[in-house]
């Protein structure tokens, strides 16, 4: 089978890789230097075309310390376009980007055309290949990826307040330059280690995607670098494990491939962040809402003497065509909230209570609304409706709290003649 | 082929691919969307590999259908994440276009023995077939493909700037005021879209589907840089397209090496030029206006401070190590010497003293510098905070400026500090 040494090798290889680029991806995505590092992978290629050139040596440490010069370079180059003319920032980043890969381009070609040496090592950090790891460059990759590990954990706090709050990282003594500068040399580090594996041209979707995915799961920061190292590692392993299946395709797109099924999955199924969470939480509301606006429409309607509403005056209240509403008086009678009697309903005793609530709760928003000078009278009933849904037995205590430490007594409907809020107490 | 024809159709082929990619390139820069331009081309890769798979040929139309909808895909999937999903922006546009060219790369080398494409073709293009890829009507030899399918393009993109020219100017430059004439600015954007679409596609077969970012940024990127009039900007852009495909083609030749490669290093060249030599916004032109600006300021302070001298202590020559500022010493010796030269000073037994010229000019600023004291200190700045910003606005006060402040001051002889505002 293909457990045998040599992918073990490469296994842990990518295992190193995805874990690295994914952990420090969650800082390079939060600081939005995402394209950052797509640039700088891009501008690797001529490093790693001269580093071969002029030492004759495919040895991995030679090549990634040319990739790594040159993508310095290029994020140098970068900077200084920004800051000193007045081409923006996105184009910079494109500029930089295409004339580098292009005259990595050129040099390949002339190395791949010239009897110079046989260039098939060099054209793997195009699109990536697992394959060509042994054990020396797994020793590189470990080196970095350790080095890379560490420092997050040593200056996790100066990243997390270079992230959330730049001025306050200042006002505690860090210069902001320096940490940025770090992560910067972090990210070219992480880029480096994947270079063989990935490819110049997808790097950058392994610092993106698995931190766009983790970002999904959490809204803390050390559980998300935590959920995107994992997710990296993940991806990088089966992403090798499924290349391995079909030796012709490069690794690279393969890993990139995992790890966007991986950040699908995850906008899909991740809880409270998530579409699925978002959607059935959307829907609980608008049960719930419509339901309360049931209650409110049978108290309209419901007179001294008759207790029970017939579901066809309710729809002409509510606006609803009947076999809605029908379907709403089925779901609350479930919740216990409403009897049926064929056609009709009256309120439980449960139902009142709720009702009550829901009528209590409009009322004291819209006064609530009036008294803070918000709106006016003729003009709160629309807010109040779309809030009061909102309201839980705690903010409406809260709101009778105001209302009482202010001295206002509330009588009856707002609209209404003869009610209204007065001031009882001290002042008259 | 022969030996004129057939770098004759490369170069033209490139020219086409730079100066349709030029065009579009500008829009692409001024409105800060080279990002979408990047993003597009490399998300198109699947759409026209699955073409290729479903056709099995190279025809144009089907690729231009596949790419058209991986393009729309790329764009809709970007929006999606960004708005529905509340994804960062940036990194919504790196997780669509990876993935999308990922699945690219691994269609054409998983069906590698069926596609006429391979990953070089993704990489380089093939401008250097240009001249073998023949288009065939019935027994007729038409020429070149590639010339063909780039010059449709081109002919396309410029009847479309210059039709709409109008509305792309206003489009780019004020969404705003494009709404209140009628312009719609999201058609606009899409027609743009679109174009940068059919063009990525016709120039991939080319120069691959990398360097296709380049032609579309660097050019656009390198002629906003020399000019501020769009119509300046977009025949710049074009202009730079086409020359970087000749040279590129030759250079290519020296290097032994990919021509497409050479081409964008050619562009990225121009753009370093460009970066440099610009007169307005270059890197040298910008650093000359400093350098004198800085003079002028200083030749100002030499006249003032000897003025100054003058007024105040009746000494009219003032020693070379007096007169220089110390603070910027060359700049300042610079300005001696240029004011000797010009005659507004002169020298005798090493002390220098305000010649004829140099007194009226001397008066002037003397003159703004009070005006503007007595103007400062009176719309509310205190006495003793009126000299540093007057010294600041002295150097830039003409004659007109100067009287209209006049105006605005009341008769007065003296500045805050009482010393006497000269006529002149």
Sequence with gaps: MIWDATFQLVLLGSLLIGATSGTLGAFAVLRRRSLLGD????????????????????????????????????????????NYTRIKADAALGIVLSVFFGGGIVLLTHIQQSEVGNQSGLDKFLFGQAASIVRADLYVMCIVSVLVMIAVFLFYKEFKGLIFDAEFLSALGFSQRVVDLLLMGLIVLTVMVGLQAVGVILIAAMLITPAAAARFWTDRLHVMVLVSGILGALCGAMGVGLSALAP??????????????????????????????????????????????????????????????????????LQLPLYRVRRLAKRLARDGWVSLH?????????????ADFVVKSHQLWEYYLVYRSILEEDHVDRPADEVEHILTPEIIEQLETILAEEDIDIVGDIHKAHSGYRRTGKDE | MSEFWGPFWIVLAGALAGASCGLLGAYLV??????????????????IVIAFLLSGSRDVIPMFIGAAICGVIATVLIETFHRRWRVQEDSSIGIAFTALFALGVVLITAFAGQVDLDQECVLYGEIAYTPWDRLFWGE?????????????????????????????????????????????AALVHYMLMGAVSVTTVAAFESVGAILVVAMLIVPGASAYLWSDRLKVILTLSALMGVISAIAGYF?????????????????????????????????????????????????????????????????????WGDLVDTAARWVSGIAIRSLMWQGLITRENGHFSLGEQGVIHATRLLRNHRLWESYLNQIGLPPDHVHDPADALEHFTDDRLREEIRAALPNIATDPQGKRIPEG
């Design chain 1, 248 to 317: 012709r395709i490069p690794t690279g797109p393969v890993m990139v491939l995992v790890a966007t099924a991986a950040f699908l999955v995850s906008v899909l199924i991740a809880p409270r962040r998530g579409v699925l969470a978002r959607r059935m939480r959307l829907r609980a509301n608008a049960l719930r809402e419509n339901g309360q606006h049931f209650l409110r429409a049978y108290l309209a309607l419901q007179t001294q003497d008759k207790q029970k509403v017939v579901l066809v005056d309710l729809a002409g209240e």
């Design chain 1, 39 to 82: 640039a700088l992978a891009h501008a690797a290629l001529p490093g790693v075309a001269l580093a071969f050139l002029w030492t004759q040596s495919k040895a991995l440490p030679v090549l990634l310390l040319g990739a790594t010069v040159s993508g310095v370079v290029g994020v140098l180059i970068i900077e200084a376009i920004v």
């Design chain 1, 342 to 354: 064929n056609g009709a309903c009256s309120l439980t005793e449960l139902g009142h209570k709720e």
């Design chain 2, 30 to 47: 001024l409105r800060k969307m080279s990002l979408l331009g990047d993003a597009l081309s490399h998300a198109v890769l699947p759409g």
């Design chain 2, 140 to 184: 007729w030899d038409l020429g070149p493909r590639p010339i063909w399918i780039l010059g449709t393009v081109f002919a396309l993109n410029l009847a479309f700037v210059l039709v709409f020219y109008k509305e792309l100017l206003i489009a780019s430059f004020d969404a705003e005021m494009a709404l209140s004439v009628g312009v719609s």
């Design chain 2, 251 to 319: 250079l290519a030749g020296v290097w032994n090496s990919s021509i497409a490669g050479a081409m964008v290093v050619v562009m990225g060249f121009l753009f370093a030029l460009s970066l440099i030599f610009a007169p307005h916004y270059g890197v040298l032109g910008r650093f000359v206006r400093q350098v004198r600006l800085s003079l002028k300021v200083a030749r100002d302070h030499v006249l003032l401070k000897l003025l100054r001298e003058r007024e105040s202590q009746r000494v009219s020559a003032l020693s």
